[in-house]
């Protein structure tokens, strides 16, 4: 006790020298109440107390989860504010590598990825930061966070651990990083009080203890005391034995089904002094494709919160605000083999609903931590209105067959197939075409091997069938005559984000078989998506051009106010992505669901008199009268058909 006291007074000494050389740093990034406390500024564990010690005072948190990459950055100031208003006094977030450094070496942190002006902002909204840079995240992001180009570039890569080419690769992009986030630690005069090292790592069969530490002296290189260094691991003893880093504090994360009692006597046996810390409290739940939307229900919620705020536990709110899986950022999940991609919504049933709004859920909780901390003098967020724009229609523009006019493509012959990633695909589509040989039988049976992840079969450019991972289903009966044209549009619907299998190639991984006979000689042309302005140099057909195609929409808003949240109805249409003015809502799929709206923010729309353009890319079937909707509402939870509640 008397030398942890000391330690403590000798840290205090050696701050205060190093403040004094960086009070000016400090002024910009402390709110005004907090800069009275400069003079003793730090963050540590208190392990004889088990509390944390913010300024040598015990100290709990109540923090929520937002991932700045899910909301655009106009947004960023009004989500902290409502998780302020709460009463939480921490946010967490991942910072996303594949975001950061879309191509090797290209590093970016201006506008949407602008992780400084976030933390000023949370400083400014008077909340603290725990930081959880991964480089794995997880996060139902496609590849839990990491870039697909390390694929690409080292197809024998073994992620999250020792290998060599790995650890050049997060080297690199941690000295970035980690460099710009050294003065917003805690003890730096910043708001970060917690760094995460790896990521649930117990929950990855690798368990190497040369990687972890390899991990943990890199970012401690950076840290070096300044936060406190925490890793984070399921209830259970066997994730903890591979996820726990020596000299870096365990916690657990478990959601409202959990022993309270039993989940901390698990954390105990790694952490047996220290505060409690839940990483991960989930008042809501992660939703795919296929399946019916997931929620958690607030009284369940409120009974685990009680419990855990009288043990003193900190706790962080996974997700508090979900927001959007804009692009083709969205993960998957692989459970017993079956592939399950996350929807485009990241709504999670979270407290603060797809569109930051305050649920009654946001209020019980508010109302609940009213009871142990003090609500800041905030006013309580309401809803706020939302664009009811109408319907607008939308006419045929380019059959996808007729790619020469597309700029955002590439084409390359092969004898054999190739994968999104050996073409330097990171996200989208690709599609491959060959010839059928002379000696096919009628009917034939073509066979993917493994289909990676949707595979749309035309023969001679009409459609034939599909093939889908997530339904097992990898060989179709086609009729199709000797030198006919077969084509496979390949839809990659999200890198698996959890476990064991994170290295998921997509596209053709190998040879296709028609009647056992491996299909050679392709061509293959590659649709990142990544700019559709080329668009705007073709006009709108007259013809009657079907999927896999694209649509244009046109439309002014009704009204000369400032343009509203709203969101886009799909109802009719079958599986796509859409655009609006060329920044990519995600993907839709209504016939399936559960998510059949797209959220809108106001930032991609203009204003009255200014024209908005929509475009969308259709794969399989258009509205019978081309029409969508803008709604003031919601709807993602429709139950998809022939669902079946056992099957999940
Ligand atoms: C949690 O588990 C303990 C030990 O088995 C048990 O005594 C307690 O009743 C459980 N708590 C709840 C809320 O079920
Ligand atoms: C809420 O969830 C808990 C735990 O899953 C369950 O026991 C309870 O019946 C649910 N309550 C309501 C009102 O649905
Ligand atoms: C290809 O697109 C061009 C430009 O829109 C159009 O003129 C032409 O008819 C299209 N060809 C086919 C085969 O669809
Ligand atoms: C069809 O022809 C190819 C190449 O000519 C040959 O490799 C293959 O074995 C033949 N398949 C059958 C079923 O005869
Ligand atoms: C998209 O491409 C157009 C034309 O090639 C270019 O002017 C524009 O700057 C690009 N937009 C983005 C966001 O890269």
Redesign the pocket.
Known sequence: MILLILLILKFFVIYENVLIFNTETFQELVSPSQSKEITKRSFLIDYENNVFLKDGKPFQYISGSLHYFRVPRIYWRDRLRKFRAAGLNVVCTYVEWSTHEPSPGNFLFTEEQDLEYFIQLAVEEDLLVILRPGPYICAERDFGGLPPWLITLYPDINLRTNDINYQKEVKKWFDILLSKMQKYLYGNGGPIIMVQVENEYGSYNACNMDHKLWLRDLINSYVQEKAVLFTTDGNAKHYLNCGVIPDVYPTIDFG??ANVTLSFDVMRLFAPRGPLVNSEFYPGWLSHWEEKMQTV?T??ILAKMREMLDLRVNINFYMFFGGTNFGFMNGANLAEDKYEPQLTSYDYDAPLDEAGDPTSKYYEIRNLISKYMTLPNIPVPQILPKGNYGTVTLKPILSLFNHSFISDCKMVVSYKPKTHEELNLKYGYALYETKVPENISDPAVLYVHNVRDRVIVYVNRNPAGIMSRSRFINSLSLLAPPGSTLSLLIENQGRINYGNYLKDKKGLLESPLMNDVPLYLWTIVTFPFENVSWIDSIYPSNQNISPPAFYLGEFILPTKNDPLDTYIDMTGWGKGIMFVNNFNLGRYWPGTGSQVTLFVPSSCLHRAPEKNKIIMFETEYTHPEFKITFKDKPRINKVPPGYNNDFQ
């Open positions: 409202t089904t229900n009284s369940s």
